[in-house]
C-alpha cells in the first residue's frame, strides 16, 4: 500500500508539474501588420514557453477596450504617443515601465525621450517607441497635378475620385489646411470648439466631393491601385507600400507639414504577463526582426537607420516622397487633453450624419 500511495503521490506531482510549464499567453492588443505571423512563429519558436495572441485595434478602440476592462485583458498595447497620457490620468489604464528590463539602447535617442517626456506622469514612464510615420495625402502623379496636403482632398476638380478616414486625423490636417494650428488651442477648449466647427463645415460641404471614406490600408491601396481614388488622406506607410506596385503613386507631404506620429509600447494595468511583453519588445527591436517588421508595416522602425532597415522598394518610396525640408517640417502629435476626443467625436459624428448631397 505505500509504495502504491508514493506512486500515485509522485504521478500527481509530475502532473501539476506538467500542468505549470504550460505556455503563458501574451496578448498583443495592436495595429494590422505589427504582429506578422512571420515574426510571430520566430518570437514562439525562441520562447517556447509563451504563445502570443494578437488583437488587431487602433488607438480609439485600444483606449475604449481598455477603459472598458479597467486595464485588464491584454499583456501589451501599442497606442500612439500622444494618446496615453490623458487616457492614463482619467483612467488609469496602464501600469509603469520598468526600463531596466527594456533595451532602450537600441532605440533612437531623440524618438525615446521624445515618448518618455510625453508619456511621464508623476515620475514613471508608461510607453517606450516601437515605429513611427507620418500622415498625409498620397497622389497619383499621372491624374493629378499640383496637390500639396489635405484641402486638395476637396478639391472640386476631383470630385468623386477623393478619399478619407473619419477620424481624428482628417479633422486636425484639415484645419491646418485652413490656417489654424489645433495644437496650439489644445488648453483653451473654446478656441478649440470654434476651429472644430469651422473644419467640420468644411468636411460636411466636401462630402459630395468625396468617393468614399476608408477604414483600412487595404481598401485604401485597393482604391488607388484601381484608379477610382486619385487623392487621399493616408498613412505614408500604406503609400509607401504601394508605391512598388505604382511608382506614380506617392505620398505628399502637406506643405503645412506632415502629422507624425510614434506607436508605442505601453503595458495595461491588469496585464498578467509582463515579462513575455518584455520580451516581445526587446526581440522586435533586433535589426533582423526590424527588417521583418518594417516589411510587413511599411513603417519606419524608432531604431537608429530605420530607413535603411526597410525593403529597399519602401526605402526608395521615402526618398521619393522626402526632402530634407520636409522632414523638418513635421507636426508631432501633442499630447491630448482630457475633454478634446469628447468634442472631436461629435464633429466626426456630425460629418457621417450629414447628406453627402
Request: hydrophobic share 40%.
Amino acid at each position: 500500500m505505500a509504495s502504491t500511495l508514493r506512486a500515485l503521490l509522485a504521478a500527481s506531482a509530475l502532473a501539476l508539474t506538467i500542468g505549470s510549464a504550460e505556455a503563458e499567453t501574451l496578448r498583443l492588443l495592436t495595429w494590422g501588420g505589427y504582429a506578422p505571423e512571420e515574426l510571430i512563429k520566430k518570437f514562439e519558436a525562441e520562447n517556447p514557453d509563451i504563445d502570443v495572441e494578437v488583437t488587431l485595434s487602433n488607438n480609439e478602440e485600444m483606449i475604449a477596450k481598455l477603459r472598458a476592462t479597467g486595464g485588464t485583458g491584454y499583456d501589451l498595447a501599442q497606442p500612439s504617443h500622444d494618446r496615453i497620457f490623458a487616457a492614463q490620468k482619467e483612467y488609469r489604464i496602464y501600469k509603469p515601465l520598468d526600463l531596466s528590463k527594456i533595451d532602450t539602447d537600441a532605440m533612437t535617442p531623440n524618438l525615446l525621450e521624445g515618448v518618455k517626456a510625453n508619456t511621464t506622469i508623476d515620475g514613471e514612464v508608461y510607453a517606450v517607441p516601437h515605429q513611427w510615420g507620418t500622415s498625409g495625402v498620397m497622389a497619383n502623379m499621372k491624374e493629378t497635378s499640383g496637390v500639396t496636403g489635405f484641402g486638395d482632398l476637396c478639391d472640386p476638380k476631383y470630385k468623386g475620385r477623393t478619399s478619407m478616414r473619419l477620424r481624428r486625423t482628417i479633422l486636425l490636417g484639415t484645419a491646418f489646411s485652413m490656417g489654424m494650428n489645433p495644437f496650439e488651442l489644445y488648453a483653451d477648449k473654446a478656441a478649440y470648439q470654434d476651429m472644430l466647427d469651422k473644419v467640420t463645415k468644411k468636411l460636411i460641404d466636401c462630402k459630395p466631393i468625396v468617393k468614399t471614406y476608408w477604414t483600412g490600408g487595404d481598401d485604401l491601396s485597393a482604391l488607388m491601385l484601381s484608379g477610382e481614388v486619385v487623392v487621399a488622406e493616408t498613412w505614408d506607410s500604406t503609400a509607401y507600400k504601394i508605391y512598388n506596385e505604382n511608382p506614380d503613386i506617392v505620398f505628399v507631404p502637406p506643405k503645412t507639414g506632415a502629422l507624425a506620429w510614434i506607436d508605442t509600447f505601453a503595458i495595461p494595468r491588469g496585464g498578467e504577463a509582463d515579462d513575455a511583453a518584455y520580451k516581445w519588445i526587446n526581440f522586435v527591436l533586433k535589426p533582423e526582426n526590424v527588417k521583418i517588421m518594417s516589411a510587413s508595416t511599411g513603417a519606419i522602425a524608432a531604431v537608429p537607420n530605420g530607413i535603411d532597415l526597410l525593403p529597399e522598394d519602401k526605402q526608395k518610396a521615402v526618398k521619393a516622397a522626402f526632402t530634407q525640408a520636409d522632414l523638418d517640417n513635421l507636426k508631432f502629435f501633442a499630447n491630448i487633453p482630457p475633454g478634446l476626443e469628447d468634442m472631436e467625436g461629435i464633429a466626426l459624428e456630425r460629418i457621417k450624419a450629414a447628406s453627402s448631397e
